[in-house]
């Protein structure tokens, strides 16, 4: 099955023919002013889309590059933070002297 590169869903075959055509349609509706600057920003706007696409990519191969959440040890990270806050909250031999 051989599928043309122009091709969009709504449209059929798209060419060169219907391209100039839908261009000419453009610059009578706009104005020949108006034309470049519609252009530019249809294409600031397809840059965005590109830099969020690229961004979004990023961090999904980022987050996919990571070890799984299973592989980690949360038993042990617990014992230390528990440790921590025992520590923290028992007052050393210093502090004592410099509470009284």
Known sequence: MNIPSHTLAFLGNFGGGEMILIFLIVLLLFGAKKVPELFRSLGKGVNEFRKAKNEWEHDINEV??????????????????????????VPQEGEKQAAS
């Open 64 to 89: 996919m590059s990571q070890e799984p959440l299973e592989d980690h040890d949360f038993s042990e990270s617990e014992q230390k933070s528990e440790k921590k806050k025992s520590e923290e909250s």
